[in-house]
């Protein structure tokens, strides 16, 4: 795929004010101010626990094919949280949280907060959301502390950021997500069809799942995500794009292509899913953030 990429615009002439930390339910962007230390979920499957660094897509892959227990993930302990702000390597430490209606990682980042005491001063900000719109908050926490902002202006521009963006993702079967217990509202929804391939989003009110559209097909499922981006937006607005997949990279590109034909694209880059989220939505999947012309910042 030929990536559209506006470069972030940074000053970077003065010294951050504060430090950036997140956890494993980030997907990161190489394109995008991503690179932070990052407090790591686990899978575990059967008696073998496995951290996020620790396994790759590929073995995840073959293991969710072989490996007769079925996975479950784990959020980061308060210790990882605390290893995540020491690496950060200054006193003043923003700490960005996976959606607290999706997992118990800001829970540990406050007992993290507490047990850290006088030695650091840890802000904690619930992004509601996960994976690539996780991502985009933290490239408006990390344009902030480039330009030397305030911690209180980075927040305001992730809360920005939050407002503008939508997470919509397809997957090829709600098995996964059955067997983990994650399916709540949009089990609902489809009313037990399970055989339909649900067009899913985060709420921003609750921060949990809830399914926005469904498909007879997951070809016809990359497609609704597309369409309901251009039902969300208006067809002909500028847009970036952080594209997802799982299993099959070409699921990403096609995506696009379907964007392409209806939106000017000023930004996109595209990245795997990390194990852990695989974990309930398994290897084929597909997923976009996407969001209205330039950064808020830049207007």
């Given at each position: 795929m030929t990536q559209e990429r506006m470069t972030p615009g940074t000053n970077q002439s003065a010294s951050p004010r504060f430090g950036i930390?997140?956890?494993?339910?980030?997907d990161a962007y190489p394109s995008l101010l991503n690179d932070v230390p990052v407090a790591p979920f686990s899978v575990t499957f059967g008696d073998a626990s496995y951290r996020t660094n620790e396994i790759s897509r590929a073995d995840l892959f073959r293991m969710l094919e072989s490996n007769p227990n079925h996975p479950t993930s784990s959020q980061p302990t308060p210790q990882d949280w605390m290893e995540a702000v020491r690496r950060a390597g200054v006193r003043d430490v923003l700490g960005v949280t996976i959606?607290?209606?999706?997992s118990g990682s800001m829970n540990a980042a406050e007992q993290a907060r507490q047990a850290l005491g006088d030695d650091f001063n840890l802000t904690l900000h619930d992004s509601g959301t996960l994976s690539a719109a996780q991502a985009f908050q933290l490239h408006a926490a990390g344009t902030a502390a480039a330009r030397s902002e305030t911690l209180e202006t980075a927040r305001e521009w992730m809360r920005a950021v939050h407002e503008e963006t939508e997470l919509y993702f397809t997957i090829e079967t709600l098995e996964y997500l059955r067997r983990g217990g994650r399916i709540g509202r949009v089990q609902a929804t489809l009313g037990g069809l399970l055989n339909l391939k649900p067009v899913v989003t985060v709420d921003k009110q609750g921060g949990t799942y809830t399914n926005v559209g469904r498909a007879r097909s997951y070809r016809g499922g990359m497609e609704a995500v597309a369409t309901q981006v251009t039902r969300r937006f208006g067809e002909g607005t500028p847009l970036r794009v952080g594209l997802l997949y799982g299993s099959v990279r070409e699921d990403a590109d096609e995506v696009l292509g379907h964007?392409?034909?209806?939106?000017?694209?000023?930004?996109?880059d595209v990245t795997g899913v990390n194990p852990v989220l695989n974990v309930h939505t398994g290897p084929r999947t597909v997923g976009i953030a996407a969001a209205p012309g330039a950064w808020p910042w830049e207007r």
């Open positions: 930390v997140t956890d494993g339910g980030l959606s607290a209606g999706l964007l392409k034909g209806r939106h000017p694209i000023v930004w996109s």
